[in-house]
């Protein structure tokens, strides 16, 4: 009964390199959601997603930061033309039905570090 | 400041003894969740209470939720060093989407 599963655990890319953050849900789940974690910091809300679907993508960046869960596979967070401020912990969440009160579940996260 | 501030930011205390750690958010919610996470690690799920509950119990740790005042608090008993790390109230604001506080880094001393 495996929990969140993401990866990489670890990304190191260049100043100007895309970055692919993958996470794999707890099985049965199908709302994922992605947050961000600076050093000595609280995560932050990023992006909500149900299968196929952006439902609240207010904490995300306007430029250069995608999402997408689709219908097969993993959801994606997507970071375009790295920046070093974009380093960070990501770290995936998901739950079966959020809207009954249901608890979340954290993967281990991906840590970027952008040089 | 945000919904869902913990305090103290960090407390320190000796093995055997108890920790008490609160959190204060500002809008209506259905639920407060609490969570631990290690160093390096992801964060682990410890306790949800909803908002018609006042108190949840799991092992050593005691959770109150008081609507009237909006705060909440984690009471750890006879704390442990394995317990080192920090712990955050992550609240929903009536809808999915649960926002988090800056933390309360708790340090166990052996």
């Known amino acids: 009964n495996a929990g969140v599963m993401q990866n990489p655990r670890h990304l190191v890319r260049r100043r100007g390199q895309e970055a692919r953050l993958r996470c794999s849900p707890m099985?049965?789940?199908?709302?994922v959601y992605w947050y961000r974690q600076l050093p000595e910091e609280g995560l932050k809300f990023m992006v909500y997603?149900?299968?196929?679907?952006?439902?609240?993508e207010s904490g995300m960046p306007k430029e250069r930061f995608s999402a997408e869960f689709p219908k097969e596979g993993p959801s994606i967070l997507r970071i375009q033309q790295v920046v070093r401020g974009d380093s960070a912990a990501y770290f995936c969440?998901?739950?079966?039905?959020?809207?009954?009160?249901?608890?979340?579940?954290f993967g281990e996260g991906s840590w970027l570090t952008v040089v | 400041s945000q919904q869902g501030e913990e305090d103290p930011q960090a407390l320190s205390i000796q093995e055997g003894e108890n920790a008490t750690m609160n959190c204060s958010y500002k809008?209506?919610?259905?639920?407060l969740q609490w969570y631990r996470q290690n160093s390096g690690r992801g964060l682990v799920h410890l306790i949800l209470?909803?908002?018609?509950?006042r108190e949840k119990h799991s092992g050593r740790l005691r959770v109150t939720l008081d609507t009237s005042k909006k705060s909440s608090s984690l009471l750890i008993t006879a704390s442990r060093a394995a317990d080192t790390a920090s712990y955050f109230c992550?609240?929903?604001?009536?809808?999915?989407?649960?926002?988090f506080g800056t933390g309360t880094r708790l340090k166990v001393l052996a």
């Open positions: 969440a998901s739950s079966w039905d959020p809207n009954s009160g249901n608890t979340i579940y």
């Open positions: 099985k049965g789940h199908s709302h």
């Open positions: 997603l149900q299968k196929e679907n952006i439902i609240d």
């Open positions: 809008t209506s919610i259905n639920n």
């Open positions: 209470i909803r908002s018609n509950e």
């Open positions: 992550a609240t929903d604001l009536g809808t999915y989407k649960y926002i």
